[in-house]
């Protein structure tokens, strides 16, 4: 975003109101940092911007973390910023004027201008776009709209997301579809092989392969396109599971190489919690039957997928104020400084005694989302004492071959919070079982 768009960013947050839809404040004392902070740090590249603490300082008075723990799990929700916050306030509080009337008459009235804005972060057509809750949302509108017959295989992983699994062993069970099961050894820094274990899966009677864009348990980023394409190579229909990708780290969702992407919101955008987004390829729409009943379920309109019924508009609308303010960060600024953070406490970590890493430390194939693990320890025995002696909150994670301690910080988290973190792990190694 330019410096001009910035400086309008900024004078609009003094017009978001707290009361009702009209109101003011006073810009805040962390937007005027934080502007003061953009003009200071103009000749920085991202990468040199990504250590700058005085710089992320500005950002991080943008959130309402709280002071009594220090949460490193934002791979499972991430929290909004203020902003956004106030802006779904507002709109929950402007809904309850007037429901029928200002929810489906006013607020209602912004989902095409937010469609837009979501494609345009996307990099695809609006029409390719529909809104959803969350991922889980999303993708099972694929999975269960897909036209499948018995016999049909799908390719998929044993690290895949919990909820997406469930929904193809449904499928499974009630439509006699065959499901084909990949076992990563995770982590990796070779897309040959990544790209291998689905590409040698694939058969005559492959007919969708089902992609997890960057594995939730550890962070691996997958080289999806490469995949993709051998894909296309043999008319197999591509789902990407992008719940922790989208905002994270840059991409276009075209690029992928995918028909069907779903994410949610609430993770590294920082929208509201509840919030989310179904991309299908436009030639794709008319065939992908809606998870909810629609008045023409073979449309070729993206809008069929969002018959829910009534929703909480405010929550939706705010979505709009959480893009203005990752494009306010930049989004190369946010990747690089999100890559930074993780390997800012795991290279401190990497050389104690008994530590092994489940991520990699290489660009491309991990970015904020981080695994260590102790050796004769269990993931519980960590996390707990992480958060027991420390205040840090972590998750435990034991899935397939996949276990150790989940980290994952965000940008309002800071290097003297990491250094807790890793005076606290190596504390551990220490402590006798």
């Known amino acids: 975003?330019?410096?001009?768009?910035?400086?309008?960013?900024?004078?609009?947050?003094?017009k978001i109101g707290l009361g009702t839809l009209m109101a003011s404040f006073t810009e805040p004392a962390w937007s005027r940092q934080l502007e003061r902070s953009l003009s200071q740090f103009r000749q920085y590249n991202s990468t040199q911007i990504?250590?700058?603490?005085?710089?992320?300082?500005?950002?991080?008075?943008?959130?309402?973390?709280?002071?009594?723990?220090?949460?490193?799990n934002n791979g499972g929700v991430?929290?909004?910023?203020?902003?956004?916050?106030?802006?779904?306030?507002?709109?929950h509080d402007f809904s309850n004027e007037a429901p029928s009337y200002y929810m489906w008459?006013?607020?209602?009235?912004?989902?095409?201008?937010?469609?837009?804005?979501?494609a345009l972060m996307a990099g695809c057509e609006q029409d390719e776009i529909a809104i959803q809750r969350n991922a889980s949302e999303a993708l099972e509108t694929v999975i269960f709209g897909l036209s499948l017959k018995t016999g049909d295989e799908v390719v998929l992983s044993k690290q895949d997301y919990p909820n997406m699994i469930n929904a193809w062993k449904q499928r499974e069970l009630r439509d006699g579809i065959k499901l084909v099961w990949v076992n990563l050894e995770l982590p990796s820094e070779d897309n040959e092989y990544l790209t291998e274990q689905y590409t040698k899966a694939f058969t005559s009677r492959t007919r969708v392969v089902h992609l997890t864009h960057i594995i939730n348990w550890n962070g691996q980023i997958l080289p999806v396109r490469r995949i993709a394409d051998m894909a296309k190579q043999k008319g197999i229909e591509v789902v990407v599971d992008g719940a922790h990708s989208f905002a994270h780290f840059q991409f276009s969702i075209p690029d992928l190489g995918a028909d069907y992407f779903g994410t949610s919101l609430h993770k590294w955008l920082g929208a509201c919690i509840g919030s989310g987004l179904l991309y299908v390829k436009k030639d794709k729409i008319a065939k992908?039957?809606?998870?909810?009943?629609?008045?023409?379920?073979?449309?070729?309109?993206?809008?069929?997928?969002e018959n829910l019924g009534t929703r909480?508009?405010?929550?939706?609308?705010?979505?709009?104020?959480a893009i203005e303010f990752h494009e306010m960060i930049g989004a190369e600024r946010k990747e690089k400084r999100l890559h930074y953070l993780k390997n800012y406490?795991?290279?401190?970590?990497?050389?104690?005694?008994?530590?092994h890493l489940g991520t990699s430390l290489r660009e491309g194939f991990g970015c904020a989302i981080g695994l260590v693990g102790v050796k004769d320890r269990k993931p519980a025995e960590l996390d707990q004492y992480?958060?027991?002696?420390?205040?840090?909150?972590?998750?435990?994670?034991e899935w397939e071959n996949i276990k150790g301690v989940r980290i994952t910080p965000n940008v309002y988290t800071t290097t003297k919070q990491l250094d807790i973190l890793v005076a606290a792990i190596e504390k551990f190694t220490k402590k006798k079982i």
């Open 50 to 72: 990504a250590g700058e603490e005085d710089f992320w300082y500005s950002i991080q008075q943008a959130y309402t973390a709280s002071p009594s723990i220090i949460n490193l």
């Open 312 to 321: 909480p508009f405010f929550i939706e609308q705010a979505i709009g104020k």
């Open 105 to 118: 008459r006013i607020l209602d009235q912004g989902r095409e201008p937010l469609r837009r804005s979501l």
């Open 386 to 397: 992480l958060f027991n002696e420390y205040k840090i909150h972590t998750v435990g994670i």
């Open 345 to 355: 406490w795991m290279n401190k970590v990497k050389d104690l005694p008994g530590i």
């Open 78 to 91: 991430s929290p909004s910023p203020k902003i956004v916050q106030d802006a779904m306030k507002r709109y």
């Open 1 to 14: 975003m330019e410096n001009s768009g910035r400086r309008g960013f900024l004078a609009g947050i003094s």
């Open 288 to 305: 992908l039957y809606p998870l909810f009943g629609s008045p023409d379920a073979v449309s070729a309109d993206i809008r069929k997928f």
